[in-house]
């Protein structure tokens, strides 16, 4: 079992920045696939972010493309959303997710087998 909590959510100006964190359990976070999505509500969850195990690969959804930044201490189990240029849109609730499989799609929610309770990002004018 994996537990995740993700923290650093609140209110910003556009344009401004936040730093999210996700602390994770599980002795084999290393090796774990870790995704940022989010969700508006009356609207799907979308994909934001991903990091691969070793930091090797990461990718992002074309909206937060150059203005986010996925990263991860595997020392101290966290993985990391640095968002600056924050917009408007980008207000919604953010959830961080662990794929305990090392090499996956990491675009697909599917493929992600456990979630945090998720924090609310609020960008306003």
């Known amino acids: 079992q994996v537990h995740l909590v993700e923290s650093g959510g609140g209110l910003v100006q556009a344009g401004g920045s936040l730093r999210l964190s996700c602390g994770a359990s599980g002795r084999t976070f290393s090796m774990y696939s870790m995704g940022w999505f989010r969700q508006v509500p009356g609207k799907e969850r979308e994909f934001v972010a991903g990091i691969s195990w070793s930091s090797s690969r990461t990718v992002y959804a074309d909206s937060v493309k150059g203005r986010f930044t996925a990263s991860r201490d595997n020392a101290r189990n966290t993985v990391f959303l640095q968002m600056n240029s924050l917009k408007l849109e980008d207000t919604a609730v953010y959830y961080c997710?662990?794929?305990?499989?090392?090499?996956?799609?990491?675009?697909?929610?599917?493929?992600?087998?456990?979630w945090g309770q998720g924090t609310q990002v609020t960008v306003s004018s």
């Open positions: 997710a662990a794929g305990v499989r090392s090499f996956i799609q990491l675009t697909q929610q599917g493929n992600y087998e456990y």
